[in-house]
């Protein structure tokens, strides 16, 4: 069992930066491939990020260059830091853990919006 909660959204001016906070608990963290998901209003959840607790990194391509994913085994926690922010990045963004390949944890989601 892994439960995940999410920190650092909020608002920022386009061309800003935020970071968010996923600290997770259960012995499965450093087991799990990590990531962050978001999700607008009338679309679908979509992958922005994960790292596998092997350090393996995948990124949309919308945020290539300009998110950084990174996660710390010591304090079970997953970072986004998120640079040149876009209106467009506007989203529910949602800390997400895979245990076993099989099993899927979600975060609360934490609020980001990107004013023009």
């Known amino acids: 069992q892994v439960q995940l909660v999410e920190s650092g959204g909020g608002l920022v001016q386009a061309g800003g930066s935020l970071r968010l906070s996923c600290v997770a608990s259960g012995r499965s963290f450093t087991l799990s491939v990590m990531g962050w998901y978001r999700q607008a209003p009338g679309n679908e959840r979509e992958l922005v990020a994960r790292?596998?607790?092997?350090?393996?990194?995948t990124y949309a391509d919308s945020v290539k260059g300009r998110f950084t994913i990174s996660r710390d085994n010591t304090k079970n926690m997953v970072y986004l830091q998120m640079n040149s922010l876009k209106v467009g990045d506007t989203a529910v963004y949602y800390c997400h853990a895979l245990v076993g390949g099989v099993l899927n944890y979600w975060g609360q989601g934490t609020q980001v919006t990107v004013s023009s």
């Open positions: 790292i596998t607790n092997g350090g393996i990194i």
